[in-house]
């Protein structure tokens, strides 16, 4: 059976930063990002968000938001009642752990997720359908459970090994688990599709927002209401 005929809805979700007016309440609600290149802190406030869209309609069907001392995976928790049963939701590669990924899947009714590898992620392989195709598991730290109970000592899910023409290999993980049902070629070809976000962004900034920039409030409430 192909992917096309069970995969119902495509979503994807991703993070951005988002800078915002700068003034003393924006501030002291939205904090600054600090870094290596910024000891001191941005320039700026900045506004943590995390969206889901679906991607093949470019609908943007949630968002949540708020100061950018929360990490991303803080606001993705926000997100799984957003998700809809007998979905595929394509995750970009930071939301990689154990405590997103499976309240993600096992949240509601046929969830699954597809996230690219990083590079570091190591697992048994427990099955083999190909040397490119194959069932790991995985053991869950200690620290990770102590946050959060629930979670098992070990998780399994699909690992899929690829190579684009001139490209380095790549690892996806997926709980997508039957080879047979869900070919490794078309798990692939859905994955890049996630850059379908990249223009529906583009098309709420330029055609529907042409190009203006549309927070411009002093205050955390008026940001909050234009975004």
Known sequence: MAIAGVVWRCMQWTERALRVPDSEANRHEFGLIVGRLAPEGSGYPVMRAVALMTLRSHML?????GPCKHGEHTYARQLWDEIPDDSLTIVDRGFQASNVLRPLHQGGANRHFLVRARSDTTGRVV????????????????????????????WRVRRIRYRMKGGKEQML?????????????????????????????????????ERNVPMRSQTPQGVRQQL
């Open 61 to 65: 069907a949630a968002v949540v938001f």
């Open 173 to 209: 993980l997926t709980s997508l688990l039957d080879p047979t049902k869900y070919p490794a070629k078309e798990i692939i070809a859905l994955y890049h599709e996630r850059w379908e976000i990249e223009m529906g962004f583009d098309e709420i900034k330029t055609d529907m927002l």
């Open 127 to 154: 099955t083999r359908t190909t040397h490119t195709d194959e069932l790991v598991e995985f053991t869950i730290c200690a620290a990770t459970r102590r946050k959060e109970p629930t979670l098992p000592l070990h």
